[in-house]
């Protein structure tokens, strides 16, 4: 079945610190894959997506590629915020359009401190 | 873009009881909806799919008659938590595609933390 595995947190950096949250996925086929963020009391929104090998997401500064040859959808900013404090759950579609549910990976807490 | 809207947001309610969550999709039509369901500090784990129409479909695991799930039109769908206990304290989540040109997308809503005493 298909599966996701992120970096367990918390992982604590400093304002203007380099951010990579891991990802790594098993699925069948050519899933869509995603960064979800969940801003403390608030829910899921989507951060950035990518939809076939070699894309590239990207959004307020974090970008994601789509590796399929390491089966990695790797999340990294140059220069992170303190508002950027959060939980940060990679996620992937099967195969096919938005009617399919995601699976998600366990999340990343990220806190960055002044 | 595209909304969808959980009530309660929160609840507490007492052992044996039971709690209808609300799903709704504000400004577009959904046929299918997805409820999760979030474990403190944990990922958010599929329950069952919501068909317009149709019965729901569920994950391996999840007991349909304590969850149950109706989707009564295009734009809501209900999750009754029946007979809750304080294992089914939990956060629950639930998404919706998008549709047209945002076929690609999900949207999630806000959540609903249910507390069971």
């Known amino acids: 079945g298909n599966s996701v595995t992120q970096m367990e947190g918390p992982v604590t950096l400093s304002e203007e610190a380099f951010l990579t949250i891991n990802c790594t996925y098993t699925?069948?086929?050519?899933?869509?894959l995603f960064w979800y963020v969940q801003y403390p009391g608030e829910g899921l929104q989507l951060l950035l997506k990518?939809?076939?090998?070699?894309d590239k997401g990207s959004n307020k500064g974090f970008e994601a590629t789509y590796r399929k040859e390491t089966t990695s959808f790797h999340l990294e900013k140059g220069s992170v915020q303190v508002s950027d404090s959060a939980v940060y759950f990679c996620?992937?579609?099967?195969?096919?359009?938005?009617?399919?549910?995601?699976?998600f990976g366990s999340g990343t807490r990220l806190q960055v401190q002044p | 873009g595209a909304v969808v809207s959980q009530h309660p947001s929160r609840v507490i309610c007492k052992s044996g009881t039971s709690v209808k969550i609300e799903c709704r999709s504000l400004?577009?039509?959904?046929?299918?909806m997805f409820w999760y369901r979030q474990f403190p500090k944990q990922s958010l784990m599929l329950m069952a799919t919501?068909?317009?129409?149709?019965?729901?479909?569920?994950e391996q695991g999840v007991e349909k008659d304590k969850f149950l799930i109706n989707h009564a039109s295009l734009t809501l769908s209900t999750l009754t938590v029946t007979s809750a206990h304080p294992e089914d304290s939990s956060f629950y989540i639930c998404s919706a595609p998008g549709s047209g040109a945002s076929s690609y997308e999900q949207y999630f809503g806000p959540g609903t933390r249910l507390t069971v005493t």
């Open positions: 400004d577009f039509q959904a046929t299918t």
């Open positions: 699925a069948t086929g050519y899933p869509s």
């Open positions: 996620a992937l579609r099967p195969d096919g359009t938005g009617r399919r549910a995601l699976t």
């Open positions: 919501s068909n317009e129409g149709s019965k729901a479909t569920y």
């Open positions: 990518a939809t076939k090998a070699d």
